[in-house]
């Protein structure tokens, strides 16, 4: 569901809000998907470009594009017989970087030191492993 798609006549912390709300955060999860949005930050990119610029294989960069524009976060236009790739709404997602960096500043270690979602993730590896949720 698009965030687009949710009906203003909901309360705006209401379960369909926050399930889209996480969704949201779900596009900027992963380190790769945050490095091609801060990248394309800088102006429109094509995924050799990223490729280049992030070190990242063809194939991570095409993936997370996708899901990027699966989340709204990002779009493209055909250019040659390539597709350019800018941010839908930079300020916005800017915004939301930039209040990230300021939150994780504020918390230090803690997230990084987290058990389950920090750097380490050994619990997160032991639930992927595990095929829990």
Do not use: N
């Not at 091609?36 to 280049?52: F, K, N, P, Q, Y």
């Not at 839908?88 to 960096?101: D, G, R, Y």
């Not at 803690?110 to 619990?123: F, H, I, K, Q």
């Amino acid at each position: 569901m698009a965030m687009t798609e949710v009906r203003s006549d909901r309360a705006p912390d209401g379960p369909v809000a926050m399930a889209v709300a996480a969704c949201l955060f779900h596009g900027f999860s992963d380190p790769s998907r945050l490095a091609i949005l801060r990248h394309l930050a800088l102006g429109e990119h094509r995924v050799v470009d990223l490729t280049g610029h992030l070190g990242l294989a063809q194939s991570t960069v095409s993936k997370h594009l996708a899901c990027l524009r699966d989340c709204g976060l990002v779009d493209s236009h055909p250019q040659g017989r390539a597709s350019v790739f800018s941010l839908t709404h930079p300020e916005a997602t800017l915004a939301v970087l930039e209040s990230a960096e300021r939150l994780l500043a504020l918390t230090g270690d803690s997230v990084a030191l987290c058990p389950v979602y920090g750097v380490d993730g050994s619990a997160a590896h032991a639930t992927a492993r595990d095929g829990a949720s």
